[in-house]
C-alpha cells in the first residue's frame, strides 16, 4: 500500500520530491554547445552580409571564427555523448520530429559549408565554390543557432518548457550578439559599422524576448532572478548593455574600444546561454515549479469553463 503524504509533507510537491528529472548535462558541455553553436550560426549570417558588401576582411575573419565555433561546440556535444563514436550513430536516424535528431543532421551539414566557406577565403582558391560554401552555411546558420533554444524547450524543464515561444528568438538575438561582438574584435574599424548597429538590434530583441518569456513564465520567472542564473543573467544585460554602448559610441574610434566592446558582447551572449542553462536546471530540482504551473493552468481552465456556463 502507497503511504500517502505524512503531515508537514510540502503541498507543492510529490511528496518532497522533484516531479522531474533535472537533465544530466555539463553546463560546461551543453551551455557551451548553445554559445559556441550560436556564435557559429549567426558569424556565417554576418560573414556572407560582409562577402557581398566587400568587407573582405571581416568576411574572412567571421568565416574562421564560425569554423573554430562548429569544431569547438562539436567537441562539446562529443565530450557530453561520452565516446566520438556516438554522434555518427546519432545519424542513422532522420526524423523531422524531433530536435535531437534535426540538430545533428544539422551539425553534420553545416560543418562541411563552413570549413570550405573558412578555407577557400584563406586560400584564395576555388571563389566561386567558397560564394557557394559561404552561402549555404549563412542559409543554415540561423538554423543552427536557434535549434537549441527548440531542443531545451522540447523537454519537461519548467523554465525552458515554459518559455518556449520566446526562447529561439532569446537564443537567435544572443547569438546575433556575439557574431557582432566578434567582428568588432577581429575585423578593421572601416568595416565594423554593419556589426555595431547590429549588436543594437540583438540587444534590443534579447531584452524583448526575455522581458516577455519572464511574463509568461510566471512563478517560474523566479529561476531567472535568484541563485547562479540570476548572477549569469544580470551579467548578461549588463555586459551586452555595455557592449552595446561601447560599440555604438566609440567603436569606430579606435581598434582598442572596438575590441573592448566586441569582447563584452561576446561574454554577454556567453553568460545568457549558462543562465538559461542553470535556470532550467534549478527549475527541475524544485518541485514547485512544476507543480504550481499545473495549478494556475488548472485554475485558469476550471474559470473558463464556468464563465461559459449559462446562467
Known sequence: ???GPST???????????????????????????????????????????????RTTTAKALKVSSLAAVGLSTAALVHDLGRPSRFPHMLRVFKPTSPMSMGSWLLATYGPAAG????????????????AATAGAAVLGPLLATYTAVLAADTAVP??????????????????????????VTGPLGENTPARYGAVLAAVGEDAAFRTAERRLGSVAVTYREGRAGTLMRAARALTAAGTAGAVLFGHRGR???????????????????????????????????VAPQREALERRTALSQRKEPA
Do not use: N
Not at 570550405?116 to 560564394?131: D, E, I, Q
Not at 525552458?160 to 567582428?183: D, K
Open 1 to 3: 500500500m502507497t503511504p
Open 8 to 54: 508537514g509533507t510540502r503541498t507543492d510537491s510529490y511528496y518532497g520530491r522533484p516531479v522531474v528529472k533535472a537533465p544530466a548535462w555539463a553546463p560546461q558541455d551543453i551551455a557551451g554547445y548553445f554559445f559556441l553553436g550560436g556564435l557559429a550560426g549567426a558569424g556565417s549570417v554576418l560573414a556572407a552580409g560582409a562577402h557581398l558588401t566587400g
Open 116 to 131: 570550405a566557406a573558412a578555407l577557400t577565403a584563406v586560400t584564395g582558391r576555388l571563389p566561386k565554390a567558397g560564394a
Open 159 to 184: 523554465a525552458w518548457h515554459g518559455a518556449h515561444r520566446e526562447l529561439p528568438y532569446l537564443f537567435a538575438a544572443s547569438a546575433t550578439a556575439a557574431a557582432c561582438g566578434m567582428a568588432l
Open 256 to 290: 582598442p574600444a572596438a575590441v573592448a566592446a566586441g569582447l563584452a558582447l561576446l561574454a554577454g551572449s556567453a553568460c545568457t546561454r549558462f543562465g538559461v542553462f542553470a535556470a532550467g536546471i534549478a527549475s527541475a530540482e524544485d518541485p514547485v515549479h512544476t
